[in-house]
């Protein structure tokens, strides 16, 4: 089963400074997805940015990108330019490539708290 | 184009009685999915439909819970009896055929005194 694990229960950020979220994930599968949801406390999921296991290249949605690395299965998101809207909770998710049988269920991490201060 | 809707937004029950909750998917897609989210945790897969059929139910508690989808368009998830454990948020997602994205709802918290 695949595992995704978020070690960083809450982050702290001051406005317009950078900020990394870290997220590791477990899985034998070779082709995948991975993403990173915001939470506001509305509740509404939103994804920020997604990454196909297959490609090389780091995904970059204006100011979020992630750092993938496959070996390390490791998927971490920066944030820069750091925005009050940006304050949320976030969610690393994993996702197999293959959309057959369960393969389109999203395995969420815990969440990290996102704290935007002045 | 209107996103995922769900209500009722919040609902306060007593143990041991039913509740509902119905969502609308985004028009046209055809994988509509049912996530629990307990405090402090990230949302996990009770149920997935593809269309009005029901592919991926192994997480769904099936002795008080269920689920429809009829005419592969809105569905409706039911608790019969509820119990404490069963305070969450419920959300509901779409995505397109064999899409990627999902689209979140806003959910509905579950409140089970």
């Known amino acids: 089963a695949q595992t995704v694990t978020q070690s960083q229960p809450e982050m702290s950020v001051q406005e317009a400074e950078t900020v990394t979220l870290s997220c590791t994930y477990d899985t034998s599968e070779s082709d995948y997805y991975l993403f990173w949801y915001k939470q506001p406390p509305s509740r509404q999921m939103i994804l920020v940015i997604r990454q196909e296991a297959y490609k090389q290249q780091n995904a970059t949605e204006n100011r979020f990108s992630v750092n993938f690395q496959k070996a390390a299965k490791s998927f971490s998101l920066k944030i820069s330019d750091s925005q009050l809207g940006d304050a949320a909770m976030y969610f690393c998710?994993?996702?197999?490539?293959?959309?057959?049988?369960?393969?389109?269920?999203?395995?969420f991490g815990t969440g990290t708290r996102l704290q935007v201060t002045l | 184009e209107a996103g995922v809707v769900q209500s009722p937004r919040y609902k306060i029950i007593e143990k041991k009685q039913p509740v509902a909750f119905w969502c609308n998917p985004i028009?046209?897609?055809?994988?509509l999915y049912w996530y629990r989210q307990n405090l402090g945790q990230g949302p996990e897969l009770l149920i997935r439909y593809e269309n009005e059929e029901a592919v991926d139910d192994s997480q769904l508690p099936k002795d008080r819970f269920s689920a429809e989808r009829l005419k592969g368009v809105d569905s409706t998830l039911k608790i019969q009896p509820a119990e404490l454990g069963d305070s969450a948020v419920y959300l509901c997602?779409?995505?397109?055929?064999?899409?990627?994205?999902?689209?979140f709802g806003p959910g509905t918290r579950l409140t089970v005194t």
């Open positions: 028009s046209g897609h055809n994988t």
């Open positions: 998710a994993y996702r197999r490539q293959l959309n057959t049988g369960t393969a389109s269920k999203l395995t």
């Open positions: 997602a779409s995505s397109a055929d064999r899409g990627y994205e999902q689209y």
